[in-house]
Nanobody, 124 residues
Framework: QVQLEESGGGLVQAGGSLRLSCAAS????????VGWFRQAPGKEREFVAV???????YYADSVKGRFTIARGNVRNTMYLQMDTLKPEDTAVYYC??????????????????WGQGTQVTVSS
């Protein structure tokens, strides 16, 4: 059984940083696309970043240059380092994994497994 678990969310002031973690069991990240998505109240879930089979990374334009997705030293762990946070980054952040083709990495429907989400709140 595949399980993903996020941690590291919280409340931070604008300009601050947080690091989210995604720990997986029942799946080997190296064979999957592992992505981060977020969903703010009243909005659709949106793509944030993805590590594609541990070889390539992609980011939403809104976070490029501020967020970094990276594998952890612990097997099957993925991090999202978030710097220079803005109030508009406030959302529930989800880790997701799936066997995708490259053209599908931004589509949440294509991901097979999801964590429960972790709240990130950025105050102005």
């Amino acid at each position: 059984q595949v399980q993903l678990e996020e941690s590291g969310g919280g409340l931070v002031q604008a300009g601050g940083s947080l690091r989210l973690s995604c720990a997986a069991s029942g799946v080997t990240f190296g064979n999957y696309a592992v992505g981060w998505f977020r969903q703010a109240p009243g909005k659709e879930r949106e793509f944030v970043a993805v590590s594609f089979r541990n070889t390539q990374t992609y980011y939403a334009d809104s976070v490029k240059g501020r967020f970094t997705i990276a594998r952890g030293n612990v097997r099957n762990t993925m991090y999202l380092q978030m710097d220079t946070l803005k109030p508009e980054d406030t959302a529930v952040y989800y880790c997701a994994a799936g066997r995708l083709i490259l053209s599908s990495i931004r589509n949440p429907v294509q991901y097979n497994y999801w964590g429960q989400g972790t709240q990130v709140t950025v105050s102005s």
